[in-house]
């Protein structure tokens, strides 16, 4: 695609990348928790069958987004989800480290799991917050820069 024929999304279409997104979310969740209750390989096929499809239109939501984004606004996601991500998640992995290494001095409470699944989703979903918490102030920095 050319800068030539490149249109803003403008508010318009924020709203529609948000929407389609959080019904994608709301179909995902709610089929995650009908299919949870299938027991044996057909439920865990029909979830993980379910949840790419889900993922897929996401990333074609994504594709759409992108192709509408000025070069300004795609620099700053780049930089943003290079050093911010990366940020995040260095934190998230020293933090890891350290509940590896002293493990027997550390007592984690009790909403972050007790057995190894519960604990390595719990992992999981801090270091992307910690990528998340990363890319927002490197965005922020990139804008406030660029003023």
Same mark, same amino acid.
Not at 5 to 25: E, T
Not at 40 to 55: D, E, K, P, Q, Y
Not at 110 to 134: K, N, S, V
């Given at each position: 695609?050319?800068?030539?024929?490149?249109?803003?999304?403008?508010?318009?279409?924020?709203?529609?990348?948000?929407?389609?997104?959080?019904?994608?979310?709301?179909?995902?969740?709610?089929?995650?928790?009908?299919?949870?209750?299938?027991?044996?390989? *057909? /439920?865990?096929?029909?979830? %993980? !069958?379910?949840?790419? @499809?889900? &993922?897929?239109?996401? $990333?074609?939501?994504?594709?759409?987004?992108?192709?509408?984004?000025?070069?300004?606004?795609?620099?700053?996601?780049?930089?943003?989800?290079?050093? *911010? /991500?990366?940020?995040?998640? %260095? !934190?998230?992995?020293? @933090?890891? &480290?350290?509940?590896? $290494?002293?493990?027997?001095?550390?007592?984690?409470?009790?909403?972050?799991?007790?057995?190894?699944?519960?604990?390595?989703?719990?992992?999981?979903?801090?270091?992307?917050?910690?990528?998340?918490?990363?890319?927002? @102030?490197?965005?922020?920095?990139?804008?406030?820069?660029?003023?």
């Amino acid at each position: 695609m050319s800068f030539k024929s490149f249109k803003p999304l403008g508010i318009r279409g924020a709203l529609l990348v948000f929407a389609v997104s959080l019904g994608l979310g709301l179909i995902g969740g709610v089929l995650g928790v009908i299919l949870s209750d299938q027991p044996g390989v *057909g /439920g865990f096929a029909m979830t %993980a !069958v379910m949840l790419s @499809l889900v &993922m897929a239109g996401a $990333l074609l939501i994504c594709v759409w987004w992108w192709r509408h984004l000025d070069e300004a606004a795609r620099e700053a996601h780049k930089c943003s989800w290079f050093w *911010g /991500g990366t940020s995040g998640m %260095a !934190v998230g992995a020293v @933090l890891l &480290m350290v509940l590896s $290494l002293r493990r027997e001095e550390v007592v984690l409470p009790q909403w972050a799991g007790e057995t190894p699944p519960e604990l390595l989703l719990t992992g999981m979903m801090a270091i992307l917050l910690f990528q998340l918490a990363g890319y927002g @102030l490197a965005w922020a920095w990139w804008w406030l820069g660029r003023r």
